[in-house]
């Protein structure tokens, strides 16, 4: 057998019978579980995760996904678009148990009848763009241990510094990073608008855009909504640099895409003529 060959194909165990192999352990990648149903499977059996990842790299759409499963299959799920306090976690959890009465108690309470419920009747919790966790939060998440509901907060982090940050103010949590989209994910973003309304582009300038969105179908979904802005166009040359530089500050400041629509000339005033105005007060 050539060592070409070797390489290819997928390494076995031949010493070791085959009922006795581990069927877990494979090399082959195909057969393994999508990155969207494992975290379905930890969140179902109780546990704490914390999702991280940069900006525009799909988390909030996994989580709306997550809870839209979860409320097919009957499970209660409670999600947060923005979680700031220990308030929103509250409301949260709330109507993740709609059937129970909370009218009239303090937060304290609530939280207490909503964790008895949770024993019965194990939830899940969704937490989008937690901005900080704090003592209180903290000490929430902490009441919540023991199987009463499994929990996923996302953070917006990039960088290794703040990754380091983060594994310092969540010690006891697991973190879970965003898995990157593949090349081909990003082209069917790219495109995700049709044919009729995609504009041509070269290969090396489809290549520069891939490069750039650094694997977030967020940034490559937006990146194709403003590759049809007539801006970026200077008869069949496209303005690469610029698109995706207005791309990346659009994403972080999460405004919306800088629509031709919405673009409006600045009106310019005549000078005015001081002489005619006579002396300036004092």
């Not at 877990?24 to 990648?29: D, F, I, M, P, S």
């Not at 800088?258 to 004092?282: A, N």
Request: net charge positive.
């Amino acid at each position: 057998m050539s060592p070409g060959r070797c390489s290819r194909d997928r390494v076995t165990d031949t010493t070791t019978p085959r009922s006795l192999r581990d069927p877990g352990v494979t090399l082959n990648k195909r057969r393994a579980r999508p990155f969207r149903a494992r975290i379905a499977e930890r969140l179902a059996r109780g546990e704490h995760l914390v999702l991280y990842g940069p900006v525009g790299s799909g988390k909030s759409t996994l989580l709306r996904a997550l809870h839209a499963r979860l409320q097919r299959e009957g499970t209660p799920s409670g999600i947060a678009d923005t979680t700031t306090c220990l308030g929103d976690m509250t409301r949260t959890f709330a109507r993740a148990y709609p059937e129970i009465d909370i009218a009239g108690l303090t937060q304290h309470r609530i939280r207490v009848r909503l964790a008895a419920a949770a024993e019965q009747r194990r939830g899940v919790l969704l937490f989008d763009h937690v901005e900080h966790l704090n003592a209180a939060t903290v000490g929430f998440l902490h009441r919540l241990r023991g199987g009463l509901a499994g929990v996923a907060l996302v953070l917006d982090v990039d960088g290794q510094r703040e990754r380091e940050a983060l594994r310092a103010r969540c010690p006891a949590l697991p973190l879970v990073a965003m898995p990157r989209s593949s090349a081909r994910q990003l082209r069917a973003y790219l495109r995700g608008a049709g044919p009729e309304t995609m504009p041509d582009l070269m290969a090396g300038q489809e290549r520069q855009i891939l490069r750039a969105a650094h694997g977030r179908p967020g940034w490559m979904a937006l990146c194709s909504r403003l590759l049809r802005e007539d801006r970026y166009w200077h008869g069949d040359t496209l303005y690469v640099a610029v698109l995706c530089a207005d791309t990346e500050i659009a994403l972080r400041l999460g405004c919306q895409p800088f629509l031709q629509s919405e673009i409006q000339k600045p009106q310019l005033t005549p000078p005015v003529d001081r002489r005619k105005q006579g002396p300036t007060p004092v």
